[in-house]
């Protein structure tokens, strides 16, 4: 194999970066085959998750875009296939999709009907193209909201494989649009999401009562989510109605043949410069103490997770998050904040690897302002630890200039203004001139760039299927900043983003900063004349680098970069030349508005002939090596990332947190208990969980309640219960009906949840609560209850796993109403309608038992008379009024259903409407109402 090159062209404080081969993988692999020797697979070899290309083929497939199957995943597609009902878990990067095509693919006919839940939108659009060119005669079917009941029932009697989301799909099967007993099997993606009260297991509960042939298939490619709970794999299988758990890590014995036929990977460890090291060693002291401080604040959180590796991880958010939500109202504010500091000090520490010295700087003065403005009291920045984060940051822009050369220069003239009116004043500062540290990265890709593009150069019969080179970023501003390096070089980099540093600083510069920044020891930042006289030296010092941009310009790097796709149209839609280098985020990017990436799909697009990771990846890793044994290519990969830094750490951890998860599941299958009726096959389950349920007769009745003449009994198989389509969102239908009681899906106009016919249900969670009443909207739901119900009901829902309360952490219970504090909105609502009855429930489950606790001795509801209750369309003559103008109508602000048909008796048209003035149209409809409708038709937005 090549040599990965030298790369000592890096900054000058940076030592030159070792180059070699498998030294990361070497010790994983070693790790881990020692960890697994004792469950019967084997071990690792050198490199991390190589396939081998030399066993048994699958059937080769005439396709361009598709990939075909990797052959060592032939045990992997029997076994999923042999097995009826199974939960999969895969390691991540194994090529899950290509696995779903090739099961998905045998049930694209007319005589099988297979439903796929709980796809990501990039997993759907990934599978639903490789199923369409895999089998064009009968392609996958997505099922939408936009498709009407009857447009999705006709999809479904065609059969074959269908995307539907997961709401669409309960809908459809209770009101019996789909064929429940035709359905062959259902595959639900990311199964380890799915709990009791998803979704997912509704629709499983009402396919297991009405089928018990078909099949059932969970597949998952995060084995740490299944594990991060008591019992959470257990309870995952449960709620899937299956039995079987597979497992499918990187060390399984399928995948055993990897020493042959690997991909090379290079290891490029580039050494970090000084200043680097410092900021490191400080964000890590600065880490450790806001762990420290918040274990002392909350001794109960779970000292597994608070550790300095853990913190690396996004996932350490999420499940300290989790701990702290049933508390999170009775935390004091330095508690959250250590919180949120926890959390920027971990970008912090990304961002020193990805970004530019200038980015850097520019983000934590970004975090000072903020913490002067008041936004964000940041106990970090008062620690000693920041002052050396702060100080060597500034050092890898900035630097003083040296004394003998303010020596030299007279103490007036041109050169004295251009530093900022250097004196030979001793107590002045000394002005500053530019530093500018280029990463040390930047060098080393450069050198393995120039280094491939020759390869393909001297030999290019070699690359006529492949001539690309892929670079793998972290993000889309990553991948911005390689592409001005490599086509402009880092001088011209770094300057730009100097500038836009300057522009920054002229903004908060007109803010009114307090006069007093508290440092680490509470003091100033010196004296007022110093800093002014210091800060106007470095805003000289950015006005030079600012015309430097128009003047400067560096020889590109690399002509053959991607460049803007608007500005060069054969770029996008044509043929990339030889030698092109073509850069890739590996992560979502919110604010640019890029996806997620699939990597599969990105490797099939560019089929690259060598790829470069400018940040380790494992699971891109991964989908490369089986990219590689399923077509060859690439024939290299070159990983550069920094010798002893976080981001060698936090791939490392990666590597173990999915080892450890794997190990846990391992012997958790090992010890598990699965009830032998666990699937529903049999019917036993179903049978066994209708009769735990409550009684369904009307307990004794005491005589002295009306003499014991009650004599009323509930309705077999506990009620009705008619149900809002926009309430299947949330998990109440599917624990109502796991109660026994029948749910039946209608669109209604007043009301969540009827009971009875005289029993109405609005439901409202704490953050709609608060939202409706500030809307307003509430006002008008009661309002529409009160006028047809008897029994109305407002239920205000809890989330089990937050706060059991309506206040805020600001909010207290006063004796007068304020009109900003959410409880004294609520209690002028009730007493604008004192017919509402108010519920509590501390959880939907409390919930499903009220509504079947209010169900007793009451008749049913009628789903078509509710659907009608409150839509006056329905008793408008047509003949007396037009039905498109009264439709119109009620869509405007203001307009409600009482004061609709008011406005039709008394105004001709709506022209007649939008001409009245406001004191016609507040007579005619209330001051409120009459305000809205007359700003709507004056606004000129």
Known sequence: MASAGNHGGAAAAAAAPESFEGTTAEAAAQAEAAMFDRVGFAPRHEHIGLLDAQAPAFEALSCMRYTPPVSTMSETVDNTQDTPDQLAVFARGLGLSRLLTNLLRMFCSAESLVMVLNASDRDRHLLMNDLSLVEPTCPPLNVTSELTSEDRHDLYMRGGVIFVTSRILVVDMLTKKVPTHFITGIVVCNAHRVTATTTEAFILRLYRKENRTGFIKGVSDHPEALGTQFSQVEKTMKSLWVRKLQLWPRFHSCFQSISDHAVPVAEHRVRMTERMDNIQQAIEDLLTCCLQELKR??????????????????????????????????????????????????????????????????????????????????????????????????????????????????????????TGGSSSNSS??????????????????????????????????????????????????????????????????????????????????????????????????????????????????????????????????????????????????????????????????????????????????????????????????????????????????????????????????????????????????????????????????????????????????????????????????????????????????????????????????????????????????????????????????????????????????????????????????????????????LVLLLLSFPGVRLLWARSAYSTAAMFEALKLLRPEPDAAVAAKIGDDAQDMDPDEYAPGPHALLRKLPGVTSKNARVIMEKVTDLKELSDMPLKELQKLIGKANGKLLYEFFRNTA
């Open 428 to 825: 002045a500062p000394l002005p500053l001139e530019l530093e500018l540290e280029a990463n040390p990265k930047w060098n080393a890709l450069q050198d393995v760039v120039s280094e491939l593009q020759d390869k393909m150069a001297s030999a290019p019969e070699d690359f006529t299927d492949a001539r690309n080179i892929l670079v793998c970023a972290a993000d889309s501003r990553a991948c911005a900043q390689l592409k001005t390096f490599l086509c402009q070089g880092s001088r011209a980099l770094l300057t730009q983003q100097l500038a836009r540093f300057r522009k920054w600083r002229g903004h908060v510069s007109d803010l009114k900063l307090p006069s007093a920044t508290p440092t680490s020891h509470g003091r100033r930042f010196g004296r007022k004349t110093t800093k002014r006289r210091r800060l106007e030296a470095r805003d000289d010092v950015l006005a030079d680098a600012e015309d430097e941009i128009e003047g400067y310009a560096d020889e590109p790097v690399l002509a053959s970069v991607v460049e803007d796709p608007e500005k060069d149209f054969e770029s996008c839609f044509g043929l990339l030349g030889p030698g092109t280098v073509v850069i890739h985020p590996l992560r979502a990017d919110a604010a640019s508005g890029v996806g997620s990436p699939h990597f599969a799909e990105v490797l099939r697009d560019v089929n690259p002939a060598f790829v470069i990771m400018y940040e380790p990846h494992l699971t891109f890793l991964r989908e490369v090596e089986v990219f590689h044994a399923a077509t060859g290519w690439p024939k290299e990969v070159h990983q550069i990332y920094y010798l002893e830094s976080l981001e060698e750490q936090r791939f490392l951890s990666s590597l173990r947190h999915e080892r450890d998860a794997f190990q846990k599941l391992i012997d958790t299958k090992a010890r598990m208990s699965v009830n032998v009726d666990q699937d529903g096959r049999s019917g036993n389950r179903q049978a066994t969980e209708a009769s735990a349920m409550p009684s369904e007769s009307v307990p004794t009745l005491s005589s002295r309640k009306a003499g014991g003449q009650a004599t009323a009994v509930a309705k077999k198989g506990g009620g009705k219960v008619v149900v809002d389509m926009r309430e299947f969102r949330s998990s109440l239908p599917s624990l109502v009906h796991e109660r026994g009681m029948v749910v039946e899906p209608v669109t209604l106009v007043v009301g969540d949840y009827v009971l009875s016919p005289d029993i109405c249900v609005e439901r409202k969670s704490v953050p709609d609560l608060v939202g409706s009443l500030a809307s307003g909207r509430l006002y008008n739901q009661c309002e529409g209850m009160t006028r047809h119900y008897t029994c109305p009901v407002l239920l205000i829902e809890f989330d089990e796993g937050k706060a059991f309360s309506l206040l805020g952490t600001s909010e207290a219970l006063s004796a007068d109403i304020q009109i900003k504090n959410t409880m004294s909105k």
């Open 297 to 418: 604040a909350r001794p109960s959180l779970d000292s597994e997770y608070m550790t300095l590796e853990r913190c690396l991880f996004k996932a350490f958010d999420v499940h300290l998050q989790r701990q702290l939500n049933p508390t999170w109202h009775t935390l004091g504010t330095k508690t959250k904040q250590l919180v949120a500091d926890l959390r920027t000090l971990r970008h912090l520490a990304e961002y020193l690897v990805q970004y530019d010295c200038v980015s850097f700087y520019h983000f934590l003065e970004t975090c000072r302002t903020s913490n002067a403005l008041g936004g964000d009291r940041c106990q970090w920045l008062m620690l000693n630890a920041a002052d050396e984060l702060f100080a060597n940051a500034r050092l890898r822009v900035f630097k003083p200039r040296r004394k003998t050369a303010v020596k030299t220069e007279p103490t007036s003239g041109p050169a004295s203004e251009s």
